[in-house]
């Protein structure tokens, strides 16, 4: 009890500091209380049921103590963590035969394709809420990810360079070309 309450005060990246040293199940208990809810909500979205987000869940925190010592610092915790769970919810899915991912996105004519302007970002914040739910999911996984990363969670250009591990410029041109495809989509639905 004496360590939990000395803990509180802890940043994410002492407490894993601490966990890791130690490999100290109670401290780990502390971060799972702090991070639970946000593992939870990403799990559902690759989820059937409540039940299978909660298997997700659990199995995300499994891995975790695991692999926490992969945790380098680079990032803040909350967007290593958000990454490790995208990443694993989508090995999962991929696993899953009867939940494969199906390429439904709308052939686009290439010229077409070039001519469009830029979606600008204010474009996104003004879609209907279950409009946009429904384009998500029609999104590839990869996109949907970046999207989320971006718009939901705040990460900045810089924290998903160093979680994709690639240049800025191709993360800018991920995040607009998944923007165009979300916007195309979108448009198409009632």
Not at 102 to 121: G, N
Request: glycine share 4%.
């Amino acid at each position: 009890m004496e360590t939990e309450d000395l803990c509180a005060h802890l940043s994410d990246e002492e407490l894993v500091e601490r966990i890791v040293a130690n490999n100290d199940p109670l401290l780990f208990g502390r971060l799972y209380d702090r991070y639970a809810k946000m593992v939870y909500n990403k799990c559902y979205g690759f989820a059937k049921s409540d039940g299978e987000a909660e298997d997700l869940t659990q199995d995300v925190f499994l891995q975790l103590f695991i692999k926490l010592k992969t945790f380098k610092g680079k990032s803040k915790f909350s967007t290593w963590l958000y990454s490790f769970t995208y990443n694993f919810c989508v090995n999962y899915v991929n696993r899953n035969k009867q939940r494969k991912m199906r390429d439904q996105s709308i052939p686009v004519d290439e010229t077409e394709y070039k001519l469009k302007a830029e979606v600008p970002d204010e474009s996104l914040y003004e879609m209907k809420a279950e409009k946009l739910k429904k384009a998500l999911e029609l999104i590839s996984v990869e996109d949907k990810s970046l999207l989320l990363l971006k718009y939901q969670d705040g990460a900045s250009i810089k924290e998903l360079v160093n979680l994709m591990e690639i240049g800025e410029s191709a993360v800018k041109m991920r995040l607009k070309r998944a923007k165009e495809k979300l916007m195309e989509i979108y448009n198409t639905l009632q």
